[in-house]
């Protein structure tokens, strides 16, 4: 399926109720990757996404090219770990840096009670680990096990970019969290500000939600 038909057919108003009668709870945002881009999985991941992760499509910007300003901000989590400087950063940024991917906001509409949210069941059972030797076969991620690391291909050993030998194009990224999405959504979705202040409201009123239900409980 071409990925314009999956989006019209997915195109789903976030305020809308899903075939359940209940409304997606959270939300995630999700880019597809310059090698994926250049293989052409783009519809192959959004497909496998929709229907196994019960998730519908709330907004697309496709064929987006990416400035390292933009890069830098959306990876500013990734710059340390543990108080020390990852050192893949440096090399991730540029790579994804100046190359066109394909960006997504997408809302749970499964409502699944299991313990865990909608960022982890996507994580853990479709898109699994940051590297793709850590995969399993059932996993989006693993199809990179088959193609080359970024540094063999996109990073000229001349450039000398600090990390780049540790840094891997995994293929997909995916939010960890509703509040990672909504920051993610505030960098790729500036120049729609009134798009971004809806997601920030449903963010609020969905937290509002939530700890009336944990009241309710209590």
């Known amino acids: 399926m071409a990925i314009d038909q999956l989006i019209d057919e997915s195109v789903y108003n976030f305020d809308a109720e899903t075939e359940r009668g209940e409304r997606p709870r959270e939300f995630a945002l999700i880019i597809i990757k310059p090698m994926a881009m250049e293989k052409g999985l783009t519809p192959v991941i959004m497909q496998r996404l929709i229907s196994e992760g019960q998730c519908v499509i709330e907004s697309a910007k496709l064929g987006t090219e990416t400035t390292k300003e933009k890069v830098a901000q959306h990876y500013a989590g990734s710059r340390f770990r543990d108080g020390k400087p990852t050192t893949y950063y440096p ?19 499964a409502s699944i009670s299991d313990g865990r949210t909608f960022q982890q069941r996507l994580r853990q059972d479709l898109i699994g680990p940051s590297n793709p030797e850590k995969t399993e076969p059932h996993h989006i991620r693993s199809m990179a096990r088959f193609m080359d690391y970024i540094r063999e291909v996109d990073i000229p050993a001349e450039e000398d970019v600090p990390g780049s030998e540790d840094a891997i194009d995994n293929l997909v990224h995916c939010s960890d969290s509703t509040e990672s999405a909504l920051r993610e959504i505030e960098v790729w979705f500036k120049e729609n500000p009134e798009m971004v202040e809806q997601f920030r409201e449903k963010h ?14 209590g």
């Open 204 to 217: 609020y009123q969905l937290q509002d939600e939530a700890d009336d239900t944990l009241t309710k409980i």
């Open 91 to 109: 090399g991730l940024v540029h790579y994804i840096s100046e190359k066109v991917v394909d960006i997504f906001v997408i809302a749970d509409a």
